[in-house]
């Protein structure tokens, strides 16, 4: 057998083991249809529905938790917008696709680390993330597009750096930009940093003044819509920005709670393990070695751009003094396997090693997945899985064949997972619900408190806020402490309205 028809036969052998992983880790979609629909991913639905029920497309995606009145990109929603018009918003059909970019993103991943690192890095890298993907198989969730095309901006940060043509550094500059789309606390810091490499360059003349232009060109065009949206509306991001930079002036911040959150971040970023002394060991062999690989090998200045890009992340985080969640840094993780893989081939016999590493780090995670009676509970008891809400929403038409009202609490108050599942469901039953309206009918669907927080409970929502001050007709307790409350109100009660201030659209995004 020729070296073609080997390297051929190792990479149909390597896929074929990708897709039984990714389909191992997609059995509670294949088989109970069932996904997480947490209030983010049931937000992202309501934004798709927004731009099909109004014809009018969108300039900003999901708002920003951490700064009020900031804004990730549209990008994700309009990636995804074919899919739901084609399924009329079923979210099953949309968890297929969410499955279909994750092969398409392992597909992506295999011929970057190929083109900078070769073959060998790029089937070991191929195979060690497609174990990580089981993290996000089934969460339809806007952060992963980030952790999608990281690796592109990767590859074309590299690329300008080798190739100093102004179609690189156009590329490079869209993107990054195209990052900040997916989740701005990861996309931004990449901004900034992608910046100020391309400024340092110009200034000390290692890129052409035309390369600096197209790469201005490349990052103007992918955040066009941030500055049309700001125009628009009076700078209201740019005003956002320099409130929350001047807050952080008058912040004191304890150090240590600090420290602790960014090293167990970083570490996680790194390896994908949890923080612990031999993990932090391994992290500083780790960086140890890839910083020796910078200095001392052929492919020197991809390691540099890994290790410019690693620190640089962590460096600019630091203005953000608040907790980082996971998805504000995972999409270093591809880049961090792409390098780790490549360390396969300094050492021969390390390539095995790091997939039984992987498998064994990620055993609960396939066995969890594999476990038909754990997902079966799941769909049940999960107030978070879609196939609880859906049915908990269909068994309220099933209830009666009349038009009724309802209204909908969470303890965040948007309540995006049972409205979305009444509104889809409502198509299918001749539109006889009506969203947070009183009618002869009412219900109410009534998610328990967090169990940290047992105050929040719905009570004084449903007396001073629904304005229905009675005992319910019949109540309908599940398992996991989500409840259904059916009412029958007198036209005296159902002219009492209930607060115009409750939160029954996207508008707060």
Same mark, same amino acid.
């Given at each position: 057998?020729?070296?073609?028809?080997?390297?051929?036969?190792?990479?149909?052998?390597?896929?074929?083991?990708?897709?039984?992983?990714?389909?191992?880790?997609?059995?509670?979609?294949?088989?109970?249809?069932?996904?997480?629909?947490?209030?983010?991913?049931?937000?992202?639905?309501?934004?798709?529905?927004?731009?099909?029920?109004?014809?009018?497309?969108?300039?900003?995606?999901?708002?920003?938790?951490?700064?009020?009145?900031?804004?990730?990109?549209?990008?994700?929603?309009?990636?995804?917008?074919?899919?739901?018009?084609?399924?009329?918003?079923?979210?099953?059909?949309?968890?297929?696709?969410?499955?279909?970019?994750?092969?398409?993103?392992?597909?992506?991943?295999?011929?970057?680390?190929?083109?900078?690192?070769?073959?060998?890095?790029?089937?070991?890298?191929?195979?060690?993330?497609?174990?990580?993907?089981?993290?996000?198989?089934?969460?339809?969730?806007?952060?992963?597009?980030?952790?999608?095309?990281?690796?592109?901006? &990767?590859?074309?940060?590299?690329?300008?750096?080798?190739?100093?043509?102004?179609?690189?550094?156009?590329?490079?500059?869209?993107?990054?930009?195209?990052?900040?789309?997916?989740?701005?606390?990861?996309?931004?810091?990449?901004?900034?940093?992608?910046?100020?490499?391309?400024?340092?360059?110009?200034?000390?003349?290692?890129?052409?003044?035309?390369?600096?232009?197209?790469?201005?060109?490349?990052?103007?065009?992918?955040?066009?819509?941030?500055?049309?949206?700001?125009?628009?509306?009076?700078?209201?991001?740019?005003?956002?920005?320099? =409130?929350?930079?001047?807050?952080?002036?008058?912040?004191?911040?304890?150090?240590?709670?600090?420290?602790?959150?960014?090293?167990?971040?970083?570490?996680?970023?790194?390896?994908?393990?949890?923080?612990?002394?031999?993990?932090?060991?391994?992290?500083? =062999?780790?960086?140890?070695?890839?910083?020796?690989?910078?200095?001392?090998?052929?492919?020197?200045?991809?390691?540099?751009?890994?290790?410019?890009?690693?620190?640089?992340?962590?460096?600019?985080?630091?203005?953000?003094?608040?907790?980082?969640?996971?998805?504000?840094?995972?999409?270093?993780?591809?880049?961090?396997?792409?390098?780790?893989?490549?360390?396969?081939?300094?050492?021969?016999?390390?390539?095995?090693?790091? =997939?039984?590493?992987?498998?064994?780090?990620?055993?609960?995670?396939?066995?969890?997945?594999?476990?038909?009676?754990?997902?079966?509970?799941?769909?049940?008891?999960?107030?978070?899985?879609?196939?609880?809400?859906?049915?908990?929403?269909?068994?309220?038409?099933?209830?009666?064949?009349? %038009?009724?009202? &309802?209204?909908? &609490?969470?303890?965040?108050?948007?309540?995006?997972?049972?409205?979305?599942?009444?509104?889809?469901?409502?198509?299918?039953?001749?539109?006889?619900?009506?969203?947070? /309206?009183?009618?002869?009918?009412?219900?109410?669907?009534?998610?328990?408190?967090?169990?940290?927080?047992?105050?929040?409970?719905?009570?004084?929502?449903?007396?001073?806020?629904?304005?229905?001050?009675?005992?319910? %007709?019949?109540?309908?307790?599940?398992?996991?402490?989500?409840?259904? %409350?059916?009412?029958?109100?007198?036209?005296? /009660?159902?002219?009492?309205?209930?607060?115009?201030?409750?939160?029954?659209?996207?508008?707060?995004?």
């Amino acid at each position: 057998m020729n070296k073609n028809k080997k390297n051929l036969a190792l990479v149909i052998l390597a896929f074929t083991v990708v897709i039984a992983i990714n389909l191992l880790q997609s059995i509670r979609l294949i088989k109970f249809g069932n996904f997480n629909f947490h209030t983010d991913i049931a937000r992202d639905f309501f934004l798709i529905k927004n731009i099909v029920d109004h014809n009018r497309p969108s300039l900003i995606g999901p708002r920003v938790g951490e700064i009020s009145g900031l804004f990730h990109g549209p990008a994700w929603i309009y990636l995804n917008l074919p899919v739901f018009l084609l399924s009329n918003g079923n979210p099953v059909a949309q968890n297929y696709f969410c499955l279909f970019l994750v092969i398409l993103s392992e597909i992506s991943l295999f011929f970057i680390a190929k083109k900078i690192f070769g073959l060998k890095t790029a089937l070991v890298a191929t195979l060690l993330y497609a174990l990580k993907m089981g993290d996000w198989i089934g969460n339809y969730f806007h952060p992963f597009g980030a952790i999608i095309f990281s690796p592109v901006f &990767y590859y074309f940060f590299y690329q300008a750096s080798q190739k100093k043509s102004k179609k690189n550094f156009f590329l490079w500059g869209l993107a990054v930009g195209l990052l900040a789309h997916f989740q701005l606390g990861f996309g931004l810091p990449m901004v900034i940093l992608s910046f100020l490499s391309a400024t340092i360059g110009l200034i000390k003349k290692k890129n052409p003044l035309a390369n600096f232009a197209s790469f201005l060109l490349g990052l103007f065009v992918s955040l066009a819509n941030f500055i049309v949206f700001d125009f628009r509306h009076n700078f209201l991001q740019t005003k956002s920005i320099i =409130i929350f930079l001047k807050e952080i002036g008058i912040k004191e911040t304890p150090l240590l709670p600090l420290i602790q959150n960014r090293l167990k971040s970083i570490i996680y970023a790194a390896l994908a393990l949890p923080v612990s002394f031999w993990s932090l060991f391994l992290l500083l =062999i780790f960086l140890a070695t890839v910083i020796y690989l910078a200095k001392n090998n052929k492919q020197k200045r991809a390691y540099q751009k890994y290790l410019f890009i690693f620190a640089g992340f962590w460096l600019v985080s630091l203005i953000n003094t608040g907790d980082l969640q996971g998805y504000h840094y995972w999409g270093l993780l591809p880049l961090s396997i792409i390098v780790i893989a490549s360390l396969s081939r300094l050492f021969p016999k390390f390539s095995l090693l790091l =997939i039984v590493f992987y498998l064994t780090l990620n055993s609960n995670l396939l066995v969890g997945n594999f476990s038909l009676i754990s997902q079966k509970k799941e769909a049940n008891l999960s107030y978070d899985s879609w196939q609880f809400i859906s049915r908990a929403a269909q068994s309220i038409f099933a209830d009666n064949q009349e %038009e009724f009202g &309802y209204f909908a &609490y969470t303890s965040d108050l948007y309540s995006y997972p049972p409205r979305y599942a009444m509104e889809y469901w409502n198509r299918f039953y001749q539109n006889r619900a009506c969203q947070f /309206e009183k009618k002869p009918l009412t219900y109410l669907l009534i998610f328990p408190p967090p169990a940290d927080k047992p105050w929040l409970e719905a009570s004084w929502w449903t007396k001073n806020q629904v304005n229905i001050d009675k005992k319910p %007709e019949r109540v309908l307790n599940f398992d996991n402490g989500f409840r259904l %409350e059916k009412y029958s109100l007198s036209p005296k /009660e159902i002219n009492i309205p209930a607060d115009p201030n409750l939160i029954q659209s996207s508008h707060f995004r």
